[in-house]
């Protein structure tokens, strides 16, 4: 069977209070597709030690991760911040797919005008203004927040067209949103590099970068009420970097637990973590951490009482 992999990077930026006050970010990239997310590039760097660009660490999170899945396909799925041309060329050098939200739609590209044979440059926007959607192409998606869930509509149209400098091939997905009373109320604009040329592809695409939504979950997980990454209590950038390697590993470990033990044993360590078994619980990790927390408090305790018991004999 063959395999494809969906990577999302993302960038978390935090100031530390070190002597000079320097601007610290974390980089990592992760597979979303997957039962258990894997991460195959992390790094925490410093503005003003070792730090070159940040267009460095994504371009070594794209050859980092090329290298991992070196014979397996990738398709790298990316929000706004990632719509930049040399990406683009990274991506295709890497023989890797993109899917990629378009936040640029004023830049110029050239569509290929089949009447006059010929190139004509028009802009972004303009042009996905202009892309019909396709009737038959169109289902309903649910989008889910704060614990509530809306239905939308989407309808899809697709465009070829290139990049006026490289001459690199794209495609751009439009996917138009409407309500219950038919009214658009979202546009967006996805640029890739697979070729779409019927409407199962453009839906394929359209569903693929949905799943950069994934990463979040691991992301939140992470921070404040989940492992607390942000509260680093380390100074060098050496620490910094062993600290995020553990805490992306604990975070790893919940996950494998959540999806790969047996769901009873899982709704156990739940009810030990606080689970009230009411309706606005919410079965993700956090409560699964605080059981596990309470089973290896439980395990510490009883193995210090089994080398050194509890001085009963001073209260007589």
Wanted: hydrophobic content about 45%.
């Amino acid at each position: 069977m063959s395999w494809r992999g969906f990577l999302r990077c993302i960038k978390a930026p935090r100031r530390t209070a070190t002597a000079r006050r320097a601007w610290r970010a974390a980089i990592t990239a992760t597979l979303v597709n997957t039962r258990v997310p894997a991460t195959t590039y992390a790094n925490w760097f410093s503005y003003t030690t070792d730090f070159i660009s940040e267009n460095r660490e994504l371009y070594r999170a794209i050859r980092t991760t090329r290298w991992v899945f070196l014979n397996r396909g990738l398709r790298f799925v990316g929000d706004g911040a990632l719509d930049d041309r040399k990406i683009y060329g990274w991506l295709s050098g890497a023989a890797a797919e993109f899917v990629i939200r378009a936040s640029h739609l004023e830049r110029r590209v050239q569509v290929y005008n089949r009447r006059l044979d010929r190139w004509e440059e028009e802009s972004l926007g303009d042009l996905a203004r202009t892309v019909p959607s396709a009737d038959s192409c169109s289902w309903q998606v649910a989008f889910s927040h704060a614990g509530r869930t809306r239905l939308a509509t989407i309808k899809v149209g697709w465009l070829e067209l290139r990049l006026p400098e490289s001459h690199q091939p794209l495609w751009a997905v439009v996917a138009q949103e409407y309500d219950a009373t038919e009214q658009a109320t979202r546009t967006l604009v996805l640029l890739t590099n697979v070729a779409v040329w019927e409407e199962a592809t453009a839906r394929a695409v359209y569903e693929d970068w949905r799943l950069r939504g994934k990463i979040e979950h691991g992301y939140r997980f992470c921070q404040e009420q989940g492992l607390d990454v942000e509260d680093m209590r380390v100074r060098t950038l050496e620490r910094l970097r062993r600290l995020f390697v553990l805490v992306l590993l604990a975070m790893q470990f919940v996950w494998h637990v959540m999806q790969r033990w047996p769901p009873v044993a899982v709704r156990w360590l739940r009810w030990l973590g606080g689970k009230l078994g009411l309706g606005i619980d919410r079965d993700g990790p956090y409560l699964l951490l605080r059981g596990l927390h309470a089973v290896w408090q439980t395990v510490a305790a009883l193995s210090h009482l089994g080398v050194c018991p509890f001085p009963h004999e001073a209260f007589r």
